[in-house]
């Protein structure tokens, strides 16, 4: 295999056979040392992050695969922390999209004026820049396509596809009496160009996970609902 990319949490290679290995590493994003899933900077490193990662992405992944939900992924290796995925090319230089259930994070902190923390926002979707040097800033479906990163159609189709992923992994946490805040998604075209598909990971590092009011670590995610497999 051939390095590709060195990601912030991830690190890409090539196979022969036109797919990709992403090797999962420990650290997530955060800031002065405290974990924060909406940023985009490397925080700190978590000792067993990567295989937890990993092991969620991989528990979610196939739950999607058997529900029809087309997605990059091929097949993972927990204990080296690897995954294969299929190819795709990103929107632009790569969008976030964040489906929101509970008002915390960089939606307070932007609209404190008129949302009090924790208010209910019933699956609102916004989709930001991946860029580090302007913040991730947040964009409208109107300037997606003007821009040319993304038809207003296909903007549409971005967002059912996130309210129907993130409903599938809100009914999953709730399952174990566990409440989804919020989850960031990544997304990309088929090698083809002709289908929208999830790419990334599903993980406790990009989603605020709740049990009885109180905010459950990454790891401790894994561990609620995957230790038991």
Not at 43 to 71: D, H, M, N, S, V
Request: hydrophobic share 35%.
């Amino acid at each position: 295999m051939k390095f590709v990319y060195q990601g912030k949490t991830k690190d890409v290679y090539s196979l022969e056979d036109g797919n990709y290995l992403l090797k999962f590493k420990d650290d997530v994003t955060g800031e002065d040392g405290v974990f924060d899933p909406g940023a985009n900077t490397v925080g700190l490193q978590i000792e067993g992050a990567g295989k937890a990662g990993l092991r969620l992405t991989k528990f979610f992944f196939e739950i999607l695969q058997e529900k029809g939900i087309p997605t990059h992924y091929v097949n993972a290796n927990v204990d080296a922390a690897e995954m294969v995925v299929k190819p795709g090319k990103v929107f632009g230089h790569g969008l976030e999209v964040i489906c929101r259930y509970r008002a915390v994070g960089s939606f307070l902190r932007r609209y404190g004026k008129y949302a009090v923390e924790g208010q209910e926002l019933d699956g609102f979707v916004e989709v930001t820049l991946k860029d580090d040097e302007r913040q991730d800033p947040p964009i409208s479906a109107d300037a997606l396509s003007m821009l040319g990163i993304l038809s207003l159609s296909e903007y549409e189709e971005l967002k059912k596809l996130t309210q129907k992923i993130s409903g599938i992994v809100k009914d999953e946490l709730q399952k174990r009496n566990i409440e989804l805040y919020d989850i960031k998604l990544e997304f990309g075209r088929t090698e083809q160009g002709n289908e929208i598909m999830l790419i990334d990971e599903i993980s406790g590092g990009n989603m605020r996970a709740y049990k009885d009011g109180v905010y459950i670590e990454p790891l401790g995610l894994e561990k609620m609902l995957v230790a038991e497999m």
